[in-house]
């Protein structure tokens, strides 16, 4: 049984239709590595009625007898190349897979082959056309188409933007689902709430954290900003009225330092009330 994030799926696989397509588009596909478009066909046989197969890396590697990695890079390149898309939803808080859901891209199988499709093998290609030709006639939203290389490349852009990278995995599925919800969920919108969120950061930045990742793109890049300046608060300085000291009597304390005490111009009373005075002006002038 194929395995997802290294735990048994609650679902079981369905057993592959015996007939699997491969179309021209994806066989003459010269950029697609290896096996590839043999990858394909089995992604084809194993979709069920709901459009999707969740086999896991390893179970594509024991059928074809190579290595994960070997796996991984041929799924990239039909991404790439618009064959087919997928969804990866992690474990809360990790970069665990929990869910892998693999999608045949909606015009990947043509609905009219040149090469008809043999009496006895019809009723097992059932399930297959049956999804492809449901997908092919519902009006998909231009969010939901699209494709998840580009959402991987849009949210990166907005990623590296944002200051606090805890959570990316979390992030990436809110900002994935919030993105299908609706054509003007767009990077543009994101951005310009992101610039008030930076401008927030800064005005508050004394106390203020940004949050991680996965919470603010959990729909808290809506939420209501205040972005009016905040005043300082300076206090109040106290303005000590100082008195100055007069420079006649700096002068007259220079000359009776000068003098060592002694002058012919005035008397020791008058010296002893001049240095009264004198002790008085600086004790209030300090």
């Given at each position: 049984m194929p395995m997802i994030g290294g735990t048994d799926m609650t679902e079981t696989v369905e057993r592959p239709n015996y007939y699997a397509i491969i179309p021209a588009s994806v066989r003459y596909d010269n950029s697609l590595p290896g096996k590839a478009s043999l990858l394909y066909g089995e992604i084809?046989?194993?979709?069920?009625?709901?459009?999707?197969?969740?086999?896991?890396?390893?179970?594509f590697a024991d059928l074809y007898g190579v290595a994960k990695s070997?796996?991984?890079?041929?799924?990239?390149?039909?991404?790439?190349?618009?064959?087919?898309?997928?969804?990866?939803?992690?474990?809360?808080?990790?970069?665990?897979?929990?869910?892998?859901?693999?999608?045949?891209?909606?015009?990947?199988?043509?609905?009219?082959?040149?090469?008809?499709?043999?009496?006895?093998?019809?009723?097992n290609n059932t399930s297959i056309n049956t999804t492809v030709n449901n997908t092919s006639n519902k009006k998909h939203s231009a969010a939901n188409a699209t494709p998840l290389v580009q959402l991987e490349k849009d949210?990166?852009?907005?990623?590296?933007?944002?200051?606090?990278?805890?959570?990316?995995?979390?992030?990436?599925?809110?900002?994935?689902?919030?993105?299908?919800?609706?054509?003007?969920?767009?990077?543009?919108?994101?951005?310009?709430?992101?610039?008030?969120?930076?401008q927030y950061i800064k005005l508050n930045s004394n106390w203020y954290h940004p949050l991680n990742g996965a919470t603010w793109f959990n729909g808290r890049f809506d939420d209501e900003l205040d972005l009016t300046p905040k005043t300082q608060?300076?206090?109040?300085?106290?303005?000590?009225?100082?008195?100055?000291?007069?420079q006649w009597v700096k002068d007259q304390k220079s000359q009776h330092n000068a003098n060592h005490g002694t002058s012919n111009h005035i008397s020791d009373d008058d010296r002893k009330r001049l240095a009264d005075r004198l002790a008085k002006l600086e004790s209030k002038g300090s």
């Open positions: 084809t046989a194993l979709c069920n009625q709901k459009g999707y197969c969740w086999a896991s890396d390893s179970y070997t796996i991984q890079t041929w799924l990239k390149a039909l991404e790439i190349n618009g064959h087919i898309s997928r969804d990866v939803i992690y474990k809360e808080g990790t970069r665990e897979i929990e869910h892998r859901y693999i999608r045949i891209s909606v015009g990947g199988i043509p609905k009219n082959q040149s090469t008809p499709t043999p009496k006895n093998q019809r009723e949210f990166e852009e907005i990623w590296q933007a944002y200051p606090n990278k805890k959570g990316k995995g979390q992030a990436f599925n809110h900002y994935k689902a919030w993105r299908k919800k609706a054509v003007d969920h767009t990077n543009e919108y994101l951005f310009n709430k992101l610039d008030r969120y930076k608060n300076r206090g109040y300085q106290k303005n000590a009225r100082k008195e100055i000291i007069p």
